[in-house]
Structure formats: structure tokens, C-alpha cells
């Protein structure tokens, strides 16, 4: 069928397919859609879109805009889907049941307390679909009145109905947004703070690896600042000519594992050098880093006996100063069962390392054992925003093109210096992903449902 190029400016998503009529491109695409639910779904989505011809090419390109309104079309579809109808449904038919029992005097304590919990999950779910057929009712009735005025000739009441109108179809828009968020179980750490490792890796030349490190990580403590969320930097080793090697840093604030869970992986660099022969010749060089996100746990939920550590201290790395690199305040921890090391120099205090040092440990053990329950129980089909594997490559930043590239939902963004200032470029790429996310995790609830 072609490849497919995609470009995003600002709230538009723009697909360049190859030398395709309309009618041959959703020919291709319904025939892609054959037994797989998302594509049919996709291939819906496609027919929502207004088809215009671009100049590029013989026979020419047909270019499509995705706007905000077409994603509160896409949740309208979604949601008149008759699998997700019947999801829907059952959801609300077993809050229903939950209410009821809850009524009856003969439960024991232990059933009360199992349908409390119940209840509760089901609630946000059932005020929103409440609120949602309220204000589908109050539509068919502005609907009447609009009828009667123009009926009655009524000008001036026609225009306050429209008026009414228009505001009651976008909060029909947004609470459809939400309803298909709330059918979607929330994480259960998407409240957590988290700790936040960079590190730096390989590269076809020079040192742009540590520099994009440095990047990286002043956007993430910019993106804090901007959230409002607070930044505590737990470790810091700089590189040679003001570049990075790695850093970690806590930061907390509200639902902060949910605004990083889909920012760990391998981000790639494409840039030509400042300096050197490679900038004289305008060599682009490739470099990669790592980003690692890990929920920060309470201490009650990862316990660390003492038989299980060994500390060592050595002498801080640095450029020096007072007592930084003279005593032996740099600690590292080896947690003997995993083989999980880490190290922590930022602090003059060996105490202060050795505490900081613990926070990370317990961090890292912490998510150790997230990833195997979530391997225990994820299904063949994979979130579309990818396997969450810290070890997959997420993001290129090409800034020879100005370009930033999210490979997990072929999301692409212009200004690369805006993005990296942490703000609403970089909000926007993460509310993306989340949406991705909930909608394919929607799609496998539903399917599992029938199961």
C-alpha cells in the first residue's frame, strides 16, 4: 500500500500516503482491516477525515489534517461501537447489582467490604454515563424548543436554543472523552512520584551523546518546574565539555508516574557537532541515551534486609572542592539477590549518599518486580504505545529537520528547541501517548470481555 510519512504541526497529524486515489487508498485499508478489530476501527477513523489534493507529485498526494474534532469524532465512534456498548452496559448493569446488594442486611462483613471496593471502582464510570444521558436528554429538548421557534418564527429564542445547543453538544463531547477513560482501569502506581535516571550512551563521533544527555534532562526538570512538581536531583556526573554521563532526580507532585510511565526508553539523537572536523563538513552524527522511570515505592512495599547489602565508599569523581573528592563520602550499594547496583556522590555527607543511595535501590528492586507481574499478566497483544520496555527506542530527535519523531505512535512535532524547553510541546506528546494507551487498553478489555 505504500509507506506512509507522518508529520504533526502543533494539533494536526498530516498522513502523506503514496500515489493513491482515495477510493484505491480505503480499498487497501479495508482490506487490512480484514480480521483485525483496531484496523476496522482505524479504517472507520480514515473515513472521517476530509480528503484534499496536494500539488506534490504526476498524479498528486492526497494529504490528511486530524484536528481536536476529529478526536472527539474518534471517541464517538469508539463509543458506538456495539462491542463497546455491550462493555458498557455490563459495567453499569454490575454497579447496579454491586448497589443493591450493598442495601441487603444479610451480607457478611467480609462480602460488605468486597462490594465496597467494588462500588467504588465502578463509581467514577457511572456518575460520568449518568451525566452523559442527562445531558443527552437535555439535547432532544433544546432540539424541541429550536423546532418550535422556527416554527413560531421566535428569533430571539432561537438563538439563545442554538446558543444552548452548541454548549450542550461540547459537553456531550468531552464527557464521552471521559466515559471512555473511566472504562479504563487507572494504574495502580499512576500516583506515585518517581525517580528519573539519564544516562548516556553510544555515538558515531564526538561527544554529542553527553550533551544530548544534559538535553534530556533539563527537560525533564523544566517539564517539573512547568507542572509545577518538585525536582530533587539525586545524582549528577557531568562529561567533559559541559556534557552529561548520568543524572537521576526525584520528582513529585500529582499523578507524576502517569505523566513519565511512556518516557523510559532509548532516545536518539541525529545532529551535526559544534565543534570538530565533523561540524566543518556538516557530518551528521547519530548518538543515543537512556531515560529509566521508576515508580518510587513506600517503604512498606519493598523491604531490604541488611544480610542482602553490601556498601562499599570510595572517593567522589568531580572537579573537586571542599572535602568533595578528599574523603570517602561516595557510596554504592550491590543488592546481593538481584546483582542491582548503584552508586550515589552527589551529597559531601556519606550518610546523605548512603540514604539517597537506598531510595534508588528500593527503586529500582521496586520496578524489577512490577515488570514481572506485568509479564505475568499481559496478553499476545501489545499496548500500542509499545511493550514499555525500558530498552526500546521511543524517540529520534533529527535536529538537522527540526524534527521530533515518537516511533510508537508516529507522532511527529516541529521545533526541536521549543520541545526541549519542557512546556506544552512536550505535554502534548504525553497526553497523546496516554490516549493511545487507554484506547488500546480499551479494545483489550472489550475483547477479553467476550472471552
Known sequence: MGTFKTAKMKNRICFIGSQLSKQRFLLAMAGAAHGSRQCALTHRYYQQWNWRRTPRGP???????????HCQHFSKELLQQESVQRY???????????????NNTALTESERRTMSRRQIELSPMATVFQQSQRAVKDLK???????????????????LAKEEQKGIRKLIEALQIKLLQSL?????????????????GRTTGGDICQQFTREIFEMYQNFASYK??????????????????????????????RHFKYEGGMHRVQRIP???????????????????????PDEVDVIIEPKDLRIDTFRSKGAGGQSV????????????????????????????????AMRMLRARIYQQLIEKETEQRQS???????????????????????????????????DIKEFLSGGELLEELISELLKSAETEALLELVENSRN
Open 59 to 69: 498524479a498528486g498526494l492526497y494529504t490528511q489534517q486530524l484536528t481536536r474534532r
Open 88 to 102: 458498557l452496559e455490563k459495567m453499569i448493569e454490575e454497579y447496579r447489582q454491586v448497589t443493591q446488594r450493598l
Open 141 to 159: 429538548d433544546v432540539q424541541a424548543i429550536i423546532e418550535s421557534a422556527e416554527a413560531g418564527e421566535d428569533t430571539q429564542m432561537l438563538e
Open 184 to 200: 479504563v482501569p487507572s494504574d495502580k502506581h499512576d500516583a506515585s512520584d518517581v525517580i528519573v535516571e539519564v544516562a548516556a
Open 228 to 257: 509545577q512538581w518538585a525536582f530533587e536531583v539525586l545524582n549528577y556526573t557531568p562529561a567533559e565539555y559541559g556534557g552529561l554521563h548520568h543524572a537521576a532526580a526525584r520528582i513529585a507532585g500529582e499523578s507524576v508516574y
Open 274 to 296: 559544534e565543534v570538530g572536523l565533523s561540524s566543518r563538513m556538516q557530518r551528521i552524527h547519530t548518538g543515543t541515551m537512556m531515560v529509566i522511570v521508576l515508580p518510587q
Open 325 to 356: 573528592n578528599t574523603t570517602d563520602s561516595a557510596v554504592r550499594l550491590v543488592h546481593i539477590p538481584t546483582g542491582i547496583t548503584v552508586e550515589c556522590q552527589q551529597e559531601r555527607s556519606q550518610l546523605q549518599n548512603r540514604e539517597t
Open 380 to 414: 499476545a497483544r501489545k499496548l500500542q504505545v509499545g511493550t514499555r520496555s525500558q530498552s526500546e527506542r521511543i524517540r529520534t530527535y533529527n535536529f538537522t529537520q527540526d524534527r521530533v519523531t515518537d516511533h510508537r505512535i508516529s507522532y511527529v512535532t516541529r
